[in-house]
């Protein structure tokens, strides 16, 4: 099985240049997260761990440490599939563009990392992992699982991300609204 690590060297080729150390580590999540609600099995064995500032995997964390950009990473993409490498590719399609502070924004909405820090405050450390079955479970139910995501989606992730949390609380609380009424709402 491939590795985090292999992961990351991937996504930074394909990016062909300079990221920040958080766009990374949200790009390898949604990575994750799609494959799992896709193909129903993980790209790597890391765990991903639920921060402060969105989904985290610690040995990736542990490698760039000090570090706020990276241009390459020790990791061999080859040991991907071509499976895991389409998967990647259309991750880094939808979610390419943005900068790490809106794919943060964007996970802090999404229940995976919610559960995970369920309980903890908003500057909490926590050690809390995202589970596969969280990933496949919200993201297999957004649609992704059809491996196209309509314009609707995307539109409605923009306007999600620049809401402010408060606007999105005098709306509906998230613990009485099913995946399938955020999504309607999102599409609509």
Same mark, same amino acid.
């Given at each position: 099985m491939?590795?985090?690590?292999? &992961?990351?060297?991937?996504?930074l080729?394909r990016?062909?240049g300079p #990221?920040s *150390?958080?766009?990374?580590?949200? +790009?390898v999540?949604? @990575?994750? &997260?799609?494959?799992?609600a896709?193909?129903d099995?993980?790209i790597?064995?890391?765990?991903?761990? @639920?921060?402060v500032?969105g989904?985290?995997?610690?040995e990736l964390? $542990?490698?760039h440490r000090g %570090?706020r $950009? =990276?241009? &390459?990473?020790?990791?061999?993409?080859?040991?991907? #599939?071509?499976?895991q490498? =389409?998967i990647i590719d $259309?991750?880094?399609r939808? %979610?390419?563009?943005?900068d790490?502070d809106? +794919?943060?924004?964007?996970?802090?909405?999404?229940?995976p990392?919610?559960e995970?820090r369920q309980?903890?405050?908003?500057?909490?450390r #926590?050690r809390? =992992?995202i *589970?596969?079955?969280?990933m496949?479970? %919200?993201?297999?139910a957004?649609?992704?699982?059809?491996a196209?995501?309509?314009?609707? %989606? @995307?539109?409605?992730?923009?306007?999600l991300?620049d809401m402010?949390?408060d606007?999105?609380d005098d709306?509906?609380?998230?613990?009485?609204? &099913? =995946?399938e009424d $955020?999504l309607?709402?999102?599409?609509g």
């Open positions: 491939a590795s985090a690590h292999d &992961a990351a060297a991937y996504v080729e990016l062909r #990221t *150390t958080m766009k990374l580590h949200k +790009l999540y949604y @990575a994750q &997260a799609w494959a799992l896709w193909d099995a993980p790597f064995r890391e765990a991903i761990e @639920a921060w500032d989904p985290v995997v610690r964390f $542990e490698h %570090y $950009e =990276v241009r &390459a990473w020790e990791g061999d993409p080859s040991r991907l #599939t071509e499976r490498r =389409v $259309e991750v880094l939808f %979610y390419g563009s943005r790490g809106w +794919l943060s924004a964007l996970s802090h909405r999404e229940r990392w919610i995970a309980g903890a405050g908003p500057l909490d #926590t809390e =992992v *589970t596969h079955e969280a496949r479970r %919200y993201y297999g957004a649609g992704f699982a059809r196209e995501l309509p314009d609707a %989606y @995307a539109r409605g992730l923009d306007l991300v402010a949390p606007e999105i709306m509906f609380e998230p613990a009485d609204v &099913a =995946v $955020e309607a709402w999102l599409q």
